[in-house]
């Protein structure tokens, strides 16, 4: 039975798993192993060499690479195997840039029913928190004095200059001293102050030969301490630590997924003649890890699986409200999104603090920090302690700093660390106050946290496994099995196996044929007028008949024994052909030539209001190809693909690609031949329609030019014919038809033969009086009528259409003239014509009615408006001349004029309105047909 663990989004290990911790188990094996701290640091990384440690035993074995597949996306897969026995630790060393492919794609199998336990790692933090969080703080690489400051309460043991005996006691605190010293110079002196069975004691650090603490818990706590400073050396490197636990012998597999270098494939092919061609393919491979690879199976796949990183190495923090006492009157949870940003080299970014340069020591001349005697560590390291060396200021440099944490550190200028993390910039960027970034930059909101995880969930385990699961399922297969999968699997990926192992030193490259095979070639003559505007390149057609794909790659062509060209393929499909070309053609030329014309056929479209065109414009090009060679050659055309342009006649493809179409052309040998692509594009465009006098009568007439067709529109109305007439119980209905005739004419302006189609609109209630002529089969709003129109003459259309219509009105408000019209049209009945006669004579005393009422109103209308010039002129004479009494008696003669009038008008709308009603009521009955 085997027992496999995959890390990825949903099985991996979450989080960092504490340095402080890591440095403890260590311990633990160290002990056991008998093996010091340095021994343990000195396992490679796992592209440099993975160390076994079997528990309860000092042997130490490799876990070789056994087995490398390659993908053309830019990622590897590396299985490493080897034997253990009972249980046994795994460290694995890797590059802090490849520690997030490690965690979503690691695969462990340990046969025979063992066990995997928990997979530590050290985690991101920088190493200065966590040398906070020992009992000593070595983080601002104190002084002895310091040191001893911090172990404030110990118990020390410790052996002066002048005496051998050891003695006792607590430490009571430093401090410092000015005191006189050579040619009356103040020198610092640094003195620890020591509560002994005596009391208090002050010791000069200068007369003490060495010390230890009594309590063994801090003595382990700066030994370890001591430790992460030494392993903080390489901090480019992070141990993985794998634990299995089982019994007896048995093999175990440790698979990852990792950056690498795509592998890349180029050809060799050499014409053979009678289309046939020996096609060798090569695979360029490198080795970029520190670690030489030997006599590894490798399997190059083929393809792009979505690959991609993820920031899955530093710890996401979900942010906690801060809440306050009530006196304080609110509540203020806020939340802070951290600030991810991405180094030069594609690593991301760790959020760690800003650094802090570290310089020499000044006087105290002591050559501690990080990285030697420099006292850098990459390009920031620890405090600068230049100053240490005096205290012009003459006090106690130990008063009111009961810590060493809470010494005050000079502001430094921020840098980034040698793992290319953010500084403070990052935090101006996001708009983080300085003192809040740092607690802010790894913090995740929780709305944030969740949609991670659920992309995490649906990208991470349908994606990024895809190459740890490829490349474990390759790894355990066999050859055999290996091909027929990869048959299978042709129209997704393809796996090239190479047959032997290969060994490929460190920082090496090798070619590797993965391809020997013959496969079909045609030879053409290929002209694209983008490519060389004059001259086809001579190219092949290849059809892949190797049963396998071809990944894209540079293709070097020989021919007659030499070097004839370099190509370019793309990916191939088995059985799928694609052109090539190697070299430019110089015994053949092309000379190409573009002619516009109009399509043969216009649709003139009459729309009621106005006239338009529908035709193709036309667009013809014309190769011309001169064979200046002694042999027949093939030409390929290639004619790009234009939107809204589509080929017109019966000219035919050889084939047709995403944006090209391709013709074959027989070159006949020392001659010149053409071959034409006509291509045509729809337009709809208006007609201008100006008066034209023909003959007697006038017609719109438009011609426009580009079209060589002029069009003449002659409309004719009828006048209205009557039908019938009926009357029902007073209401008249009045049959008649309306006739409208259209004459289209079209006469020729060109010297070729055009099919004009006429399109006439249907309008609502009109019919043609051709009954068999019927809509346009699909559409009901058009008329089509096909017309050949030769050249030099000219066509004519005429169309006839007929709309009925029923006029409903009341009879005892037709008008007296309207009446007497119908009276006098034959197609009345005589019923009707009676009706008509007895409405004309019961509406005549109502007729001389309104005849008086309209008379005594246009006169009653003439007075009053009299009346109105004669007050103006009133206000304008003097009341006591001759003009104003002659006003003024006119004035009193009309109002009496105005009042007969007005009572007389009265009676007459009364009178109307009497005989309306009587004329209703008689005519309301009458009825004939």
Excluded: C
């Excluded at 504490?18 to 311990?27: C, N, Q, R, V």
């Excluded at 590894?296 to 801060?322: A, C, E, W």
């Amino acid at each position: 039975m085997k027992v496999k663990y995959l890390l990825g989004a949903s099985g991996m290990v979450v989080g960092a798993i504490i340095y402080l911790i890591f440095m403890g188990a260590t311990k633990q094996d160290a002990q056991k192993t008998g093996r010091t701290s340095g021994d343990l640091k000195g396992a490679a990384f796992a592209d440099e060499g993975t160390t076994v440690k079997q528990v309860g035993g000092a042997d130490r074995s490799q876990l070789p690479l056994s087995q490398v597949v390659l993908f053309s996306s830019g990622v590897g897969y590396f299985q490493r195997q080897g034997p253990i026995e009972g249980n046994a630790t795994i460290e694995l060393r890797f590059s802090a840039a490849d520690v997030n492919d490690l965690l979503k794609s690691m695969i462990l199998e340990d046969d025979k029913g063992g066990k995997i336990s928990a997979i530590s790692y050290d985690g991101q933090d920088p190493v200065e928190k966590t040398l906070r969080s020992f009992a000593l703080d070595l983080t601002m690489n104190p002084t002895l004095g310091q040191l001893l400051q911090q172990a404030r309460g110990e118990k020390i043991e410790i052996v002066l200059n002048s005496n051998t005996t050891p003695e006792t006691g607590v430490i009571l605190g430093m401090e410092s001293q000015m005191q006189p010293g050579p040619k009356d110079a103040l020198v610092e002196v640094h003195q620890l102050n020591l509560v002994g069975p005596d009391g208090i004691r002050g010791i000069k650090l200068t007369d003490i030969k060495r010390m230890k603490f009594i309590n063994p818990t801090l003595n382990e706590e700066l030994r370890r301490a001591l430790e992460v400073v030494a392993t903080s050396h390489d901090q480019m490197k992070k141990t993985v630590t794998l634990q299995f636990k089982g019994e007896g012998k048995r093999e175990v597999k440790v698979g990852y997924v990792a950056e690498n270098p795509i592998w890349k494939s180029s050809y060799r092919l050499t014409l053979l003649g009678n289309g046939k061609g020996r096609l060798q393919g090569y695979a360029s491979v490198e080795n970029t890890t520190d670690e030489d690879w030997k006599n590894v199976r490798m399997v190059l796949v083929s393809g792009r699986p979505i690959s991609f990183q993820m920031d899955l190495y530093p710890p996401l923090f979900v942010p906690r409200p801060t809440v306050e006492l009530d006196k304080y009157g609110m509540l203020r949870p806020p939340t802070y999104n951290g600030a991810i940003t991405s180094g030069n080299n594609g690593m991301v970014a760790s959020n760690m603090a800003p650094s802090i340069p570290m310089g020499g020591f000044g006087q105290l001349g002591a050559g501690g920090g990080f990285a030697g005697g420099g006292g850098q560590l990459g390009n920031g390291g620890m405090m600068n302690f230049g100053q240490m060396g005096a205290n012009p200021r003459g006090d106690n440099r130990y008063q009111n700093n009961p810590l060493i944490q809470n010494y005050n550190v000079p502001n430094q200028a921020p840098t980034n660390d040698p793992l290319g993390n953010a500084n403070n910039d990052a935090q101006q960027q996001a708009g983080l106050p300085a003192q809040q970034g740092l607690q802010a930059q790894n913090k995740l909101s929780y709305q944030d946290l969740q949609n991670r995880k659920q992309n995490q969930k649906l990208a991470l385990e349908e994606n990024l496994k895809k190459a740890s699961q490829k490349g474990q399922k390759i790894a355990a297969q066999h050859d055999k099995q290996l091909e027929a999968e990869a048959a299978d699997e042709a129209g997704e990926s393809f796996q090239y196996l190479i047959e032997e192992k290969i060994s490929l030193a460190r920082q090496k490259s090798a070619l590797i044929q993965i391809l020997n095979e013959e496969i079909d070639v045609t030879p053409f003559s290929i002209f694209n007028e983008t490519v060389h505007a004059k001259f086809p390149l001579m190219g092949l057609k290849l059809k892949n008949s190797t049963k396998q794909p071809l990944p894209q790659g540079p293709v070097t062509v020989f021919e007659n024994g030499a070097y004839a060209g370099d190509a370019r393929l793309s990916d191939m499909q088995p059985e799928e052909e694609r052109f090539i070309s190697y070299a430019v053609d110089l015994s053949m030329e092309v000379k190409t030539e573009v002619k516009q014309s109009v399509g043969p056929e216009i649709r003139i479209q009459y729309l009621g209001d106005r006239v338009q065109a529908g035709y193709s414009s036309r667009q013809t090009k014309v190769y011309t190809i001169k064979n200046r060679g002694k042999l027949e050659r093939t030409a390929v055309i290639e004619h790009p693909i234009r939107d809204d342009w589509k080929l017109a006649g019966d000219v035919k493809t050889l084939e047709q690609s995403r944006d090209l179409y391709r013709f074959q052309v027989a070159a006949p040998a020392m001659k010149t031949s053409s071959f034409e692509v006509p291509e045509e594009q729809p337009k709809i465009e208006p007609i201008a329609m100006l008066p034209l006098l023909d003959g007697k009568r006038s017609v719109l007439s438009g011609n426009p030019n580009h079209l060589g067709v002029e069009l003449q529109l002659f409309t004719q109305v009828k006048p209205v014919e009557l039908k019938s007439i009926v009357i029902t119980k007073g209401m008249v209905a009045v049959a008649s038809d309306l006739h409208e005739s259209r004459s289209y004419k079209l006469i020729s302006r060109s010297e070729l033969d055009r099919k004009i189609i006429l399109e006439h609109v249907v309008r609502p209630e009109w019919k043609l009086d051709d009954v068999a002529l019927k809509p346009v089969e699909g559409s009901t709003t058009l008329y089509r009528f096909p017309l050949e129109l030769p050249k030099g003459k000219s066509v004519e259309k005429l169309i006839e259409e007929t709309k009925s219509q029923v006029v409903q009105e009341k009879i005892s408000t037709m008008e007296e003239g309207r009446i007497k019209g119908f009276l006098l049209h034959p197609v009345l009945k005589p019923a009707v014509k009676a009706a008509f006669q007895r409405t004309l004579d019961v509406k005549a005393a109502l007729l001389e009615t309104k005849r008086k009422l309209t008379e005594r109103e246009k006169e009653l209308k003439g007075i009053t408006e009299d009346q109105t010039r004669l007050r103006a002129n009133l206000q304008n004479v003097p009341p006591t001349s001759a003009a104003y009494k002659r006003y003024l008696d006119k004035f009193d003669k009309q109002e009496t004029q105005i009042e007969l009038l007005q009572e007389e008008v009265r009676k007459l709308q009364m009178e109307e309105k009497s005989q309306q009603a009587e004329v209703d009521d008689v005519l309301s009955g009458i009825s004939a047909e």
